[in-house]
Structures are given as C-alpha cells and as structure tokens.
C-alpha cells in the first residue's frame, strides 16, 4: 500500500483513502458544478465552506463530526456561535468565522425576502417576518412590527433581548417608538427557543399591559406572535 493513504494518530486508516485520492467527480466542490447542490447533503455542503481538513480528518469528515453533534440538524445547527464551532477539533478560529458569516448571510436572505410580502394579512406573514428575524436564536428577543392603516409594515425594531428564559420589555419605549413613526398599529412578537407556542403568563400580562396603553392612544395592538422553530402548524391565526 502507499504510505500515503495511510494515517498514524494510533488509527486504523487502511480502508481509507484520502479526498486527494478521490474520483474528481466524487469530491463535493466538483459534484456541485457537474451536478448541482441538490446533489450534495448537508455535509458534503458544509465539507465546501470548511475547504481543507486536518491530520487524521478530512473536510468531509469535519463536516459530518460537526452536523452530528446538533443530531444534523441544520436549525439547531444554525445557533453554534463562533466560539461553539471553534470548540469543535478541525474547525478553528477561521473556518468558524467562514461559517459563521454563513449563518449571518442565511438570515439576512430570508429577511430581504419577506419584505416583498410585508402587508399583514395573516398570521402566516407575521410568523414569517419574525421567523426570519429570530427563527434560530438560542436566547430571547422582542421585536415590534409597526404598521399603517393598510396593515403594511413600516418598520421592525428589536425592543430587547434577554437569555433562554425571558427578556425585558418597557412599554414606553415601544410606544415612543409608535407615536414617532406615526404607526396605527403594533404586532408584537418574541421567540421561545424552547420551541413552546404558548403564552405565558408573563407573556399575557405584558401583552395585556401594552394593550391598555394602545387603547388610550388609539394603536391596535394585534398582540404577540409566539415564534417557535419548526412549529409553524401551530401558529394560527388567533395569535394576532
């Protein structure tokens, strides 16, 4: 055998041939361009973004290391901060910026794509508005759509953020916040990264606190949207 398709590190790699050693189009980046990215799953997709592996580890391998630890699951996959991914043998400083920005891109696409659909109309565009703001954060946010007579939405603000179980919200600051974009009305809504739908009762009481302050300035509040991941059934349209 050619030493080198061997490793050391105390492993057995006999069996193993290194990508160097591979088919050109059995390697990851080639399978895209001859065959698509429908082609590739989510490792082989992730092994592109990490390029080049370690002593031991190819990309390839890095990748699938890194997809099972979240149970390859791309949602709780997109909420590894840089220093998550950096704990992660193979990774390191650069390769967990690469794919941090990554993350960053993801989210700004699928916010730039529901502004073409920022009339509310439904639950389902609301849902899809916040989904895209907080659909993958490990900890709390609160965020206030505001909308004119038409129900489209003039401006998203993020009141606060807190951590896993809660954050703080001051109603002040959302209706200082209303009354200087000449919004008519307010949607409310905030991620449970338990994935819980229903409201607590601090979430009530705060929503019913934010209400009363609307009725004397004559802002319809269209209460909370709770936004969960991957629990988009069971939004319905009695959440606004």
């Known amino acids: 055998m050619n030493p080198e398709l061997a490793r050391e590190d105390g492993k057995n790699y006999e ?8 088919a050109e189009d059995d390697l990851p980046s080639q399978k895209l361009l001859l065959k698509g990215n429908g082609s ?17 580890e190819n ?13 390859n699951n791309l949602c709780e996959f997109w909420k590894f901060s840089v220093s ?5 043998k193979g990774i390191g400083e650069k390769r ?9 891109l993801a989210r700004r696409r ?20 916040f989904h895209s703001l907080m659909g993958d954060l490990p900890y709390e946010e609160f965020w206030l759509l505001l909308l004119n007579r038409a129900n489209r939405v003039i401006k998203k603000v993020k009141i606060s953020e807190g951590g896993i179980s809660g954050t703080v919200v001051d109603p002040k600051k959302i209706f200082q916040i209303c009354l200087e ?3 008519t009305s307010i949607l409310l809504g905030h991620n449970h990264p338990s994935g819980a739908v229903t409201p607590s009762e601090a979430d009530n009481k705060i929503t019913k606190k934010i209400k009363d302050c609307g009725l004397l300035l ?9 936004e969960a991941i991957l629990i988009i059934r069971h939004i319905s349209p009695k959440c606004l």
């Open 59 to 71: 990309s390839l391998d890095i990748a699938m290391k890194t997809l099972s630890i979240c149970g």
């Open 40 to 56: 590739l799953s989510d490792a082989e997709l992730l092994s592109i973004i990490i390029g080049t592996g370690v002593s031991g």
């Open 15 to 22: 069996n193993r041939i290194p990508m160097r050693y591979w």
């Open 84 to 88: 998550d991914l950096q704990k992660i």
């Open 110 to 129: 699928n916010e730039s794509e529901v502004i073409f659909k920022n009339k509310i109309s439904k639950s389902q565009d609301a849902f899809e508005i």
């Open 218 to 226: 004559d802002v319809a509040v269209l209460d909370q949207n709770i």
């Open 181 to 183: 974009q000449h919004a």
């Open 96 to 104: 967990a910026v690469k794919i941090a920005a990554m993350f960053a």
